[in-house]
């Protein structure tokens, strides 16, 4: 669900994880379900796309 927050918000994945601190190549992997994301990198995502982290929860159904 990152993916469609990111896309819903205009911002290019590498633009996303610059805005987050994370590295683009890990952010590709986030968004296709090949790595877990944490905690604190959940909150780094939610705040460079301006919503919670419980949105984000919310919109993958947890």
Known sequence: MIRASRKK???SQ???AD??????????KIERGERNVT???????????ETKASVLLGDAGL
């Open 9 to 11: 918000v205009g911002l």
């Open 39 to 49: 905690l604190l990198n959940l909150c780094r995502i939610a705040a460079a796309l």
């Open 14 to 16: 590498e633009a996303l």
């Open 19 to 28: 805005a987050a601190g994370i590295d683009r190549s890990h952010m590709g």
